[in-house]
């Protein structure tokens, strides 16, 4: 199978008017094999899994908030990169989950083909399911590189999305609470 990829990226650069035996592209091949093989990890990986590896009982009821999970992935239409940040937040209902599991949740998949827009119900879904809280909120904000670099060429264009489920939807209170905290400019000193 490597050898099959490494040969249809040699092919890809000849199409492309390249050399693929020009001294720097020699290893291009291998590379652009084991990035992809990277960048594409999270078939590989079961949100579900990693959520339920580290779920702990608790009595908090008050919202549990992770903001600013940085991320990249690959945009499936044209396989040029997605950079951003995620907001993840939930209401515990008896469980809460490790907070490390949370942004490895993320790269699970943002370490796919993605839509933003399917990526952010995909996050919010995940926790819905594992930790049945009282609600959840996801927040994506990307840079899209189709928009940046090809295309409309809009440099420093942003998305965002959300995805709400349970008392986010239900309450405009938690919901206000919730874009208050992930807007507000903090500045933490540890």
């Known amino acids: 199978m490597q050898e099959s990829f490494e040969g249809s990226i040699k092919n890809i650069l000849k199409i492309i008017g390249?050399?693929?035996?020009r001294e720097g592209l020699l290893k291009t091949p291998e590379r652009v094999h084991k990035a992809l093989e990277f960048l594409t990890s999270g078939y590989k990986e079961s949100p579900t899994d990693v959520l339920n590896d580290a779920l702990f009982a608790s009595?908090?009821?008050?919202?549990?908030?992770?903001?600013?999970?940085?991320f990249y992935s690959l945009c499936e239409?044209?396989?040029?990169?997605?950079?951003?940040?995620?907001?993840?937040?939930?209401?515990?209902?008896?469980?809460?989950?490790?907070?490390?599991?949370?942004?490895?949740?993320v790269n699970i998949y943002a370490h796919r083909l993605q839509i933003q827009e399917q990526m952010t119900e995909q996050i919010a879904q995940a926790i819905?399911?594992?930790?049945?809280?009282?609600?959840?909120?996801?927040?994506?904000?990307?840079?899209?590189?189709?928009?940046?670099?090809?295309?409309?060429?809009?440099?420093n264009s942003t998305t965002t999305?959300?995805?709400?489920?349970?008392?986010?939807?239900?309450?405009?209170?938690?919901r206000r609470e919730f874009f208050s905290l992930i807007d507000s400019p903090r500045e933490t000193h540890f």
């Open 18 to 21: 390249e050399n693929p035996k």
């Open 59 to 70: 009595s908090n009821n008050e919202m549990v908030l992770m903001r600013n999970i940085e």
């Open 128 to 155: 819905q399911d594992v930790i049945a809280p009282k609600g959840v909120g996801v927040v994506v904000e990307a840079r899209h590189m189709c928009v940046e670099m090809r295309g409309v060429q809009k440099i």
């Open 77 to 105: 239409h044209h396989l040029l990169p997605i950079i951003g940040r995620v907001h993840v937040a939930y209401i515990p209902n008896g469980k809460v989950v490790g907070l490390s599991k949370i942004p490895r949740m």
């Open 161 to 174: 999305t959300s995805a709400l489920r349970g008392c986010f939807i239900k309450n405009a209170d938690t």
